[in-house]
């Protein structure tokens, strides 16, 4: 928290980004954290990453994380079909991130997520439901990674 205040203090930060992927691994520790930022009100809003199923975890603290001004999380989804997730060792479900983006998007945080494009096992149907997917459950923000020995547009079967 200190360090944070000095920031503020010291050099007019308003904004910073948690450097650590997971800063939410540990619950207890994070919720901490959370704690301190409300108690000694930093007000410098916080851009962070973490994972799907942290944030499913912590649905009950939620409000805690608007609280400590945490304005910005980014959760790697990756994909949304079940063989994708699989493919990638996500350990989550499709519905979990659904889940996670909505309890995001519930405290007017923003939300950042990706998803990876040109599996080679993606058909132009499944390609399809990529898509219709996030118009179900759009983050505020997304951005997509093309996979590195990815089809061409050509190359998508049907």
């Known amino acids: 928290m200190a360090e944070l205040e000095h920031l503020r203090d010291a050099y007019g930060v308003n904004v910073v980004m948690f450097a650590d992927e997971t800063p939410t691994l540990d619950g207890k ?89 040109g599996m080679p096992m993606i058909r132009r149907r499944a390609w399809r439901r990529r898509w219709s997917w996030q118009s179900i459950t759009i983050p505020t923000w997304r951005s997509s990674w093309p996979s590195h020995r990815g089809p061409t547009r050509r190359s998508i079967r049907r």
């Open 29 to 117: 520790r994070w919720e901490r954290i959370l704690d301190l930022l409300i108690e000694r009100k930093v007000g410098t809003k916080i851009l962070m990453e973490t994972r799907v199923d942290d944030i499913i975890r912590d649905e009950h603290i939620m409000d805690k994380y608007r609280r400590a001004e945490v304005d910005h999380i980014y959760v790697g989804v990756e994909a949304t079909t079940q063989a994708a997730l699989d493919t990638f060792n996500k350990n989550i479900k499709v519905e979990d991130s659904k889940r996670a983006l909505d309890l995001i998007n519930a405290q007017d945080i923003v939300s950042e997520t990706s998803f990876v494009l």
